[in-house]
């Protein structure tokens, strides 16, 4: 069953992989960001809302608590969902900065496909790879 | 005050159901403990993971189940 479909269904299931993404207003904040839905889409984590984090949201707060592994997309050096994240004292497993994949930063929001694609299978990747090691 | 215990009926949403009472009970207090099953109430907390508890509108767990001894000392 893929993440997004349990969520209409039941909330009892573990959630193992817990997806952030920083959703800035640029096009590599917004490539992150549908990443992270694409993952999501994909079952390869629950997708989390940031906001929540940043804005001390009990029941977002303690949901993130029960998450054995946390993903931080963000889509440039500013990482805000890293520092985000952090600040609410949890520890990120793994973080990808998009420009770090050779995607330059710009404000055109005409986001493309094969970009939410590389950062979407990096991050598959690197998730596998964490879930060999364990 | 109020508890909520948030979950849809599985087996770790009755268990923590039963340890909020449970809880309760040994507190001495009068407390009123109800379950919430409806997952559009669950979601309006930001309850991403259940079971969850939920004491005068804040949650203090989700995704696990407290000990009786835990809530006892959340009602204090």
Redesign the interface.
Known sequence: MKGWEM??K???E??EVIIFSCAGSSNVGQIANQAAIKLAQDGVG?Y??LA?IGGH???????T???KMLIAIDGCSVGSAKKTLEHAGFNISEHVQVTDLGIEKNHNLNILSPDINKVAQHLESQISQRRGLR | MKIEVL??G?T??NKLYQNAVEAVKLSGKEIEVTKVED?KK??S????????LVIDG???????VPKVEDIKEWIK
């Open positions: 969520t209409e039941c909330l009892c573990p959630n629950r989390f809302c929540g949201v009990s029941g977002m707060i303690e949901s608590k029960a998450g | 979950g849809m599985c770790n949403c997952i669950i979601m907390y930001g309850v991403l993971s259940t079971p969850a804040l949650v203090k767990v989700a995704g696990k």
